[in-house]
T-cell receptor
Framework: KQEVTQIPAALSVPEGENLVLNCSFTDSAIYNLQWFRQDPGKGLTSLLLIQSSQREQTSGRLNASLDKSSGRSTLYIAASQPGDSATYLCAVFANYGQNFVFGPGTRLSVLP | DTAVSQTPKYLVTQMGNDKSIKCEQNLGHDTMYWYKQDSKKFLKIMFS???????INETVPNRFSPKSPDKAHLNLHINSLELGDSAVYFCASSQGPSGAEETQYFGPGTRLLVL
């Protein structure tokens, strides 16, 4: 059974810092991994989708990497801003199932 | 225009009642999903429909019954509500039949509180 964990559970940084969020999954047989952002009281917004054949994806100040063999992904946020404050969720789409398995999220606070 | 919309946004009701949550997507997607986010913030899939046909039905009590009148709508009906049903329910959609290669687009969520 696929399990997804995220470290740290919460993170507070001053504005301008570069930061890394970590995601681990137990079964490397995945189609893809996706990073989402969830703002308080709102739905999820997809940030980056990495297919199993890819190593990384970039969008603006965000860079996500995938090491399928070790069951790890990282989300790198450059030059963090207060507007980046949110909960970041990673989710893996397993080969054997037909659905995403989500991690518990990392709650990020960027202080002005 | 909202891509994936849900109604109501908030729902407070008594134990034992029957309630429905509606979801609509205007993206022209073929697949729609229902997720439950519990108090610990874990997000778990409940159902998936592709072109009005059920694809995924995770271990969910049969008090929960999804209904898809057309591929733009996936409603969730809950019978005999229990305290443990209190959660945030998210609807989502994707273009492909399984979401394996597609980004999923989420609605804003429906916050259900059962008293």
């Amino acid at each position: 059974k696929q399990e997804v964990t995220q470290i740290p559970a919460a993170l507070s940084v001053p504005e301008g810092e570069n930061l890394v969020l970590n995601c681990s999954f137990t079964d490397s047989a995945i189609y893809n991994l996706q990073w989402f952002r969830q703002d308080p009281g709102k739905g999820l917004t997809s940030l980056l989708l990495i297919q199993s054949s890819q190593r990384e994806q970039t969008s603006g100040r965000l860079n996500a990497s995938l090491d399928k063999s070790s069951g790890r992904s990282t989300l790198y946020i450059a030059a963090s801003q207060p507007g980046d404050s949110a909960t970041y969720l990673c989710a893996v789409f397993a080969n054997y199932g037909q659905n995403f398995v989500f991690g518990p999220g990392t709650r990020l606070s960027v202080l002005p | 225009d909202t891509a994936v919309s849900q109604t109501p946004k908030y729902l407070v009701t008594q134990m034992g009642n029957d309630k429905s949550i509606k979801c609509e997507q205007n993206l022209g997607h073929d697949t729609m999903y229902w997720y439950k986010q519990d108090s610990k913030k874990f997000l778990k899939i409940m159902f998936s429909y592709n072109n009005k046909e059920l694809i995924i039905n995770e271990t969910v009590p049969n008090r929960f019954s999804p209904k898809s009148p057309d591929k733009a709508h996936l409603n969730l009906h809950i019978n005999s509500l229990e305290l443990g049903d209190s959660a945030v329910y998210f609807c989502a959609s994707s273009q492909g039949p399984s979401g394996a290669e597609e980004t999923q687009y989420f609605g804003p969520g429906t916050r259900l509180l059962v008293l």
